[in-house]
């Protein structure tokens, strides 16, 4: 057996990183190194050294395994950068001076263009002017379809505190680059959320040199300390962890994370770009519903933007180090806006993690329907455990297309009857699904001219979806060139005020209402309910998962008189409209994609944790892989392991023990 302990001998040390640098790149004028974030920060006072000589700075990151980032020290204003710029760029490309924005911190410019295309020279060679000129790098950004002010407060909030911002990078690059202490001794899992159940995600990851937190969820349905991770377990203390890395921005995966601030955390975050924007307004609308609702919120703004200070976005598919021992590596996981599956390289290679947080996989060859993401990631380098998602590992649901088909027969039917077809839909996901199914449904002349009110957050989410367009599927992307906004439509009317609301309730016309929150536990949905479940016309259909006690679960399984406390009074509605469940709309992997990831997962982990479902889901799942293991390609059985929150799994080294859990037939 391979030894348990790396030595820190074994990974440069931060002095011979330092040393390297100022040799290799001495003639390039450098004025410092800083350790910021993920990132070795070469200041430079020669730029153009630097773009003649990119090789030796690529080089150089390979040979030493970090990310080097070289900035120039001497920077041109913001006006007269902003005016090369605009000199530069032809005005078809339709860039205005608003649309430049400068970010002191690290050096860039981002430059919204409203049509790439027409730059008229390759975007290497113009960012590599503007650098040589002015000492700025440029990001090329496509101007989104639709505003977000989310993006914009986010954009100023970084903008108007650089030094509170560049504390904070410099005191993670001091945690991400300090020297090995112990090395990785070995690889352990416990489980503080998602173990046995659907909510409240959060696995510990502990290597003897580090302690990583994977996601920090809420529980959907749990109240006061229930919705919490269990971060009592005596393995986990705030003051030893590392990092922490977010999934994507669902409540169940990212709703505590600012807790930990609260208490003190002021370490790294990472999440792609996208869950981070989507994540300040799922949690920004945490703290009001639970102020709306008379409650006490677990955290404050004040928590969320002290974790936005310390967030470390990372783009797919680029290594980046988390801690002393373990490289992460995010992958499209296809489950919403930004979702990735989680890959974390641990001790030089000595043993490698996959974490699916929440996936959806499905077959691109004859797929006919309207899916706004590609399907998740399944090649990697290397994987000897994986975590993986079970939430309907005893569930086939109907195919995606029969799914849409019978959402459309519906809205004819609810037409034909004068009623109002009232859709929960998650803010951040379902709800630019079923919007983009419906447009292209009215488009291709499917449905009759029928108005669609979208209530909720959903238009914000959907305007940061519109921001980053090159993450779509390749259909969503080519009809967006086309010109076709797949999000609004002249039947599409976004809700904003109390006069909309009133009219989507009330209007004598046929109406779709698309409405948050999705597992109905408050949001405009609970109002919408009241006024419309008493009229049998109406119909109420569910699109997603509804997770044990919500009132979406409630209903789904029979429940027919909802009291609800008004002012201290009770009021029972009883419910008259028709009852629909739509499954085919998941975002998370059926069983049999669950199955066929697995498959085409490669390489083949021995170890597979099943984790994210109800008991029954984690076993009949289990015992799926268990018969099947040839059919999915194995060589020989993989262990399966089905724990529950605050047991430790040691994964390395692993003395595999019989597993009496699940009998192999």
């Known amino acids: 057996m391979a030894s348990t302990h790396q030595k820190g001998s074994s990974m440069p040390s ?5 040393a390297a640098l100022w040799q290799a790149l001495k003639d390039a004028g450098i004025v410092s190194i800083e350790f910021e974030g993920p990132e070795i920060a070469v200041y430079v006072n020669n730029p153009k050294y630097i773009l003649e000589n990119e090789r030796i700075v690529a080089d150089l990151a390979k040979t030493i395994r970090k990310r080097i980032v070289v900035r120039s020290k001497s920077r041109s204003s913001h006006d007269k950068a902003r005016n090369y710029i605009l000199n530069l760029l032809p005005s078809e490309a339709g860039v205005n001076p608003d649309d430049i924005q400068f970010d002191d911190v690290l050096g860039e410019a981002k430059v919204l263009v409203q049509h790439p295309d027409k730059i008229g020279m390759n975007i290497r060679k113009l960012q590599n002017l503007v650098l040589a000129q002015t000492g700025w790098r440029i990001q090329i950004i496509k101007k989104p379809l639709l505003k977000s002010e989310i993006l914009e407060r986010i954009i100023g909030h970084y903008l108007e505190r650089p030094k509170e911002r560049m504390k904070a990078l410099r005191s993670i690059g001091e945690r991400v680059f300090r020297d090995i202490i112990v090395g990785t001794r070995h690889v352990r899992v416990i489980g503080l959320g998602s173990f046995g159940e659907v909510g409240r995600s959060a696995i510990l990851v502990d290597t003897g040199e580090s302690r990583i937190l994977l996601d920090a969820g809420a529980s959907p349905s749990g109240s006061g300390s229930e919705a919490f991770p269990l971060f009592y377990a005596p393995e986990f203390r705030i003051e030893d962890l590392d990092a922490v890395i977010i999934t994507h921005a669902h409540l169940d995966h990212v709703g505590m994370l600012p807790l930990l601030f609260k208490y003190g955390y002021r370490g790294p975050v990472y999440m792609t770009e996208p869950t981070r924007d989507i994540a300040i307004l799922v949690l920004k609308d945490y703290i009001e519903l639970a102020r709306r609702e008379g409650r006490d919120p677990p955290y404050t703004l004040k928590d969320v933007e002290t974790m936005l200070n310390y967030t470390i976005t990372v783009p797919y598919n680029t290594v980046t180090d988390v801690a002393p021992d373990t490289k992460l590596t995010f992958s499209n996981a296809g489950h919403i806006l930004g979702s990735a599956v989680a890959h974390l390289h641990i001790g030089q290679g000595l043993f490698n993690v996959l974490y699916t947080g929440d996936i959806k996989y499905y077959r691109i060859k004859g797929d006919k329907s309207t899916r706004l993401l590609p399907p998740a990631a399944y090649q990697f380098h290397r994987v000897e455990a994986i975590i993986m ?43 630019q699904e079923i919007l983009a199914v419906l447009n292209r449904a009215y488009k291709e002349g499917k449905i009759p001219h029928i108005n669609i009110y979208v209530d909720g957050m959903v238009y914000e989410v959907t305007a940061i979806y519109t921001a980053y367009m090159n993450l779509l599927s390749k259909p969503i992307r080519e009809s967006i060139e086309r010109g076709e906004n797949p999000f609004i439509s002249d039947i599409t009317i976004y809700v904003k005020d109390y006069d909309k609301r009133q009219e989507a309730m009330y209007t004598s016309e046929p109406a779709i209402i698309l409405a948050t929150s999705g597992m109905m536990q408050g949001g405009p949905i609970i109002e919408y309910f009241k006024a419309l479940a008493e009229d049998p016309r109406n119909a109420l259909a569910f699109v997603s998962y509804q997770a044990p006690g919500t009132l979406g679960r409630r209903l789904v399984d029979g429940e027919r008189e909802v009291a609800f406390d008004e002012n201290g009074t009770m009021k029972i509605i009883r419910v008259k409209m028709e009852i629909k469940r739509i499954e085919g709309f998941t975002g998370h992997a059926t069983r049999s994609e669950l199955l066929m990831y697995l498959r085409h997962l490669r390489p083949k982990p021995k170890t597979i944790i099943l984790n994210h479902g109800e008991y029954n889901a984690l076993t009949s799942l289990g015992t799926a892989i268990k018969r099947s293991w040839e059919r999915l390609g194995y060589k020989t059985p993989p262990e399966i392991l089905i724990p529950e929150n605050l047991e430790s799994i040691r994964l390395y080294p692993r003395y595999y023990k019989k597993n009496l859990n699940l009998i192999y037939h």
Do not use: F
Not at 394 to 418: D, F, H, M, P, W
């Open 389 to 431: 998602e079970s939430t309907y590992g005893a569930t086939e649901t109907q195919s995606r297309e029969e799914a849409e088909n019978e959402l459309i027969e519906l809205v004819n039917k609810i037409y034909r009857r004068g009623g109002k077809l009232l859709v929960p839909v998650m803010a951040v996901g379902r709800g």
């Open 14 to 18: 931060r002095k011979k990183i330092v």
